[in-house]
C-alpha cells in the first residue's frame, strides 16, 4: 500500500520558517518525480516545487528564493524549507509522487497558516 505522509505545517508569523517533510512507503521512492502543491482555500491546487527522480528542481515564482525543496532518497522523504513567509503563503501543503508514466500518489495534506 502507497502511503505518503505530509508534516512539519502549522501556525507561523509573516517572515518566519518551516520545514514541510514528506515520507513515502509503498514505492520505489527513488523513482519517483516529488513534487509539493498548495491548495488555498477557494484557489485551484498550484505547484510550488518539484525535485525530479535526477535531482532537478523548479519552483513556482512566487516562491523562488525563499523555498528550496529537497530530497533524501535513503529516508525515503522530500522536504520543502520555507522561509520568509508570506500571508499568501498559507494553503493545505500535498506531497505528491509522480512515476512520470502511470499512476501518480498524493498525500492527505499538511495546514500552513502565516499570521500575526
Known amino acids: 500500500q502507497v502511503q505518503l505522509v505530509e508534516s512539519g505545517g502549522g501556525l507561523v508569523q509573516p517572515g518566519g520558517s518551516l520545514r514541510l517533510s514528506c515520507a513515502g512507503s509503498?514505492?520505489?521512492?527513488?523513482?519517483?518525480?516529488m513534487g509539493w502543491y498548495r491548495q488555498a482555500p477557494g484557489k485551484s491546487r498550484e505547484l510550488v516545487a518539484l525535485?525530479?527522480?535526477?535531482?532537478?528542481?523548479d519552483y513556482a515564482d512566487s516562491v523562488k528564493g525563499r523555498f528550496t525543496i529537497s530530497r533524501d532518497n535513503a529516508k525515503n522523504t522530500v522536504y520543502l524549507q520555507m522561509k520568509n513567509l508570506k500571508a499568501d503563503d498559507s494553503a493545505v501543503y500535498y506531497c505528491?509522487?509522480?512515476?512520470?508514466?502511470?499512476?501518480?500518489?498524493w498525500g492527505q495534506g499538511t495546514q500552513v497558516t502565516v499570521s500575526s
Open positions: 505528491r509522487a509522480n512515476p512520470g508514466r502511470g499512476r501518480d500518489f
Open positions: 509503498g514505492i520505489i521512492f527513488s523513482a519517483y518525480h
Open positions: 525535485v525530479t527522480n535526477g535531482g532537478s528542481t
